[in-house]
């Protein structure tokens, strides 16, 4: 046992010397959970295991939903082709004429768009993006042994992965998965019979979230609780990297938000169910009137966008942090204005309450209620345009190292850009008169918090996967990744902006036998080419994360970036309880690069005599 | 198992970090509820929303669960002052009177279908069927925990160590939750039907 030899690795004096005993060791041999491969690999209660699930689940839904996107995209940029080829996969949802060319099934395209949308949001960019870093980082970069309960943290791992089993059975059923859009509106999704979809598909897909939701709530309920009680000593608050702050907000944002949802699906349990009418009123459906009277559709949509907005924050959010942390680590310079940083986090966090309504400008809701919500909305600017001010002068004058993590870091910055200033178009109300449901909504949240968070997650892949994995991924496959799917972001989704603003509709099956529309087809040919081009570039980089974890090159030392936060300070393949003797003591904010002539000063080492903190 | 928090020593804070954790899914908890509550307030503002009075044998049931949030409580004075038979006993009357008060909100829902407000009629009482229903699962959750409280009560020796109290707090404390909610939704049921 380490601690019991003497330490060599000056960190490990360090630690040592300076360090807090919580007299771990005399604990260690009694952590009967981690002998074993089922205890260590499987239900393992050790939070950088958990996280790697969390990952490599999250991958398998990445590619579950990017294949189904390039399914529809293919019907969408050559709606007249011959689709026979993908019968043998997608069986009875191709339909071949007598002349021998297959077509996408129109009630499978809807599976797909909902499917894609509840995948990618959910199981990718909540549980694969959170989920991984938030286990990762939070103990390791607070100092502490593990989460305040990783018995929890266990549970909340395999809820998602019981929810993710029943998503994916519904894949599978004869009737198809749910088909009513990933927002799940009533009536569609609260009558059975409103289509082929909203009978068991629906079912499943509401027995799904609901799991999902548990497994975020007992994560969400950890992440909270190890940040406010298990830091190490001399962590306070204003002293923790970007990335906690992030992490933390984006857990209360999901501890406050998702209950909601749970609240709004059982309402619908019941409508679909027992014959409430909660969400319906006055229905006909095949000229027979039903016995629902008195319910409201637009209640369901205040109940759901509740959590759903505050979800797209939840995504980008924890991508934020770690594009700080990684932005700031590779230009060698301290983050620009941490307090701003962490107020516009804050802020964010707050408004994120109060602006759901602006999903529903065009649903019915009171022309002056939506002023409300249009005034708080373009507020959201403001934060976010302090953050992306710090990114950018964090950048200017630093030494940038151009690493695969760092390139992803700035493209983040760069599409975040891009993607919020369509947000301030949709923000208004009389201007979402005419954007409402068009490509333009596509292109604007694709862009802001579908490829951004992916950008955030891809820094933080590339930065952390030596503290996972111990070895390095290849950088030159990273940088390959970085460009494609850089340029063929912009390539699928600009095109877009121009789609949206013709006013083609989101949603449609094909858009040839539309005149208003029909011209448009080169531009979608090009949208499915560049699509089928970045998803190749993505099997690229799965190749490489995989490829890496067996024989990618070896760390060779435990601080490869020259990073200040902790968790570069474990051995290079830290066991349960992260560091084998004392815990690191904390004496410095995360960002000393550059200080007193240093390149960098990592926080547990002392503050020296006459040296002052920074903020 | 449980590296971080098993040792004194590795936290610092006044409040236990499970306790934490225990508040702070109650805050989550409590999110739907509110959802539930606002879905209420919104829906009776659009009118069509059928009235009647809240069933008698709500109070009944609401006077049972506080009692027994006080039988819990002394239970836990019991446990502390050593006198085992006394924490044994209210132990078990705050387990039954819990199960009671599922008995009764059954028989309010009797009470409510017998008066046309059933389940179905309208939103109004679909809503006082649904939200109660939900607060009942999450009664039963209490129930689990009185259980596992219970067998620790009658099978182990009556000692008090920390850990012991500190189950017993976080067991009493969620009772007390549950139980502070139901008496938030019958409150604001009541509000809502004068208004």
């Known amino acids: ?615 | 198992m449980n590296v971080a928090v098993n040792h004194p020593n590795s936290y610092r804070n006044k409040i236990h970090p499970k306790k934490f954790a225990l508040w702070t899914a109650c805050i989550s908890i409590s999110m739907m509820f509110a959802a539930f509550s606002s879905a209420y307030i919104v829906r009776m503002a659009q009118g069509n929303w059928l009235e009647f009075p809240l069933p008698n044998w709500f109070y009944v049931s609401t006077a049972t669960i506080i009692l027994s949030s006080l039988t819990l409580h002394g239970s836990y004075w019991a446990f502390k002052k050593m006198k085992t038979g006394l924490y044994r006993a209210l132990m078990l009357m705050s387990f039954v009177l819990g199960c009671l008060f599922i008995y009764f909100q059954y028989l309010g829902y009797h009470e409510m279908t017998a008066m046309g407000a059933h389940l179905t009629a309208n939103p109004s009482s679909s809503f006082i069927f649904v939200i109660s229903w939900v607060h009942i699962a999450h009664l039963v959750g209490g129930l689990g925990v009185l259980i596992v409280a219970m067998l620790h009560a009658f099978m182990l020796e009556h000692k008090v160590t920390p850990a012991r109290k500190l189950r017993f707090e976080l067991t009493y404390t969620y009772w007390h939750f549950v139980d502070i909610l139901w008496i938030y939704l019958l409150l604001f049921f009541i509000l809502q039907q004068q208004s």
């Open chain 1, 1 to 615: 046992m380490a601690n019991v030899a003497v330490p060599t690795h000056e960190d490990d004096i360090l630690i040592q010397e300076l360090g807090y005993d919580d007299h771990f060791h005399e604990h260690h041999d009694e952590d009967k959970y981690q002998s074993g491969f089922i205890g260590k690999y499987i239900f393992s209660m050790d939070h950088k295991i958990i996280a790697k699930q969390f990952l490599i689940t999250g991958m398998f839904w990445a590619i579950i939903g990017a294949l189904m996107s390039l399914v529809f995209r293919l019907q969408l940029g050559f709606p007249e082709e011959d689709m026979a080829w993908l019968k043998p996969i997608l069986g009875q949802w191709i339909t071949v004429n007598a002349d021998g060319i297959g077509a996408l099934d129109p009630q499978f395209y809807y599976a797909l768009v909902t499917m894609h949308g509840t995948i990618l949001v959910f199981f990718v960019l909540t549980a694969g993006l959170s989920g991984t870093f938030s286990n990762l980082l939070i103990p390791l970069q607070l100092g502490a042994r593990d989460m305040a309960s990783p018995m929890l943290n266990m549970f909340s791992y395999w809820f998602f992965f019981l929810s993710g089993m029943i998503m994916f059975f519904s894949l599978f059923l004869s009737t198809g998965p749910f088909s009513g859009g990933w927002t799940a509106y009533p009536p569609l999704s609260a009558l059975p019979q409103a289509s082929t979809g909203s009978g068991a598909g629906m079912t499943l897909w509401t027995l799904s979230l609901v799991f999902f939701v548990v497994s975020v709530l007992l994560g969400g309920i950890n992440y909270i609780t190890t940040v406010l009680n298990l830091r190490t000593k001399g962590m306070s608050l204003w002293r923790m990297p970007l990335t906690i702050w992030a992490f933390f907000v984006t857990a209360i944002l999901g501890l406050l938000s998702f209950p909601v949802l749970v609240s709004a699906f059982l309402l619908m349990m019941c409508d679909r169910g027992l014959g409430t009418s909660f969400y319906l009123s006055e229905i006909f459906i095949g000229g027979e009137a039903l016995d629902h009277v008195g319910g409201s559709p637009v209640l369901y949509q205040h109940l759901f966008w509740f959590l759903g907005h505050p979800e797209v924050y939840i995504i980008i959010l924890p991508a934020m942090g770690l594009v700080s942390e990684v932005l700031a680590v590779h230009a060698r310079k301290p983050i620009f204005g941490y307090k701003a940083m962490v107020y516009s986090i804050l802020a964010i966090g707050f408004l994120a309450f109060i602006v759901w309504a602006h999903h529903m400008f065009m649903s019915g809701v009171n022309p002056f209620i939506s002023n409300f919500f249009v005034v708080f909305t373009l507020i959201i600017a403001v934060p976010s345009a302090v953050k992306v001010f710090n990114w950018i002068t964090t950048l200017y004058g630093g030494n940038v190292r151009f690493t695969s993590a760092c390139l992803f870091g700035i493209g983040f910055v760069s599409l975040f850009i891009s993607g919020g200033l369509t947000g301030i178009f949709l923000g208004n109300s009389a201007i979402d008169i005419q954007m409402h449901d068009t490509y333009f909504v596509v292109a604007h949240f694709h862009i802001v918090m579908g490829i951004a968070a992916f950008f955030g997650m891809f820094a933080g892949i590339y930065n952390w996967f030596p503290k996972m994995y111990g070895r390095f991924m290849n950088e030159t496959l990273g940088k390959i990744h970085f460009w494609g799917t850089m340029i063929g972001a912009y390539a699928i989704f600009w095109p877009m902006h121009y789609l949206g603003m013709a006013g083609v509709p989101r949603r449609y099956y094909r858009f040839d036998s539309f005149d208003t529309f029909s011209h448009f087809s080169t531009m979608n040919q090009f949208i499915t080419v560049a699509a089928i081009i970045v998803f190749a570039i993505q099997v690229l980089f799965v190749i490489n994360f995989f490829y890496s974890i067996w024989y990618g090159k070896k760390m060779t030392t435990r601080n490869p970036w020259g990073a200040n936060t902790l968790e570069w300070t474990t051995p290079i393949n830290a066991g349960h309880g992260n560091w084998p003797g004392n815990i690191p003591s904390v004496h410095r904010w995360s960002y000393d690069y550059g200080k007193d002539g240093k390149e960098f000063i990592p926080q547990h080492y002392p503050m020296q005599e006459g040296e002052t903190e920074v903020h």
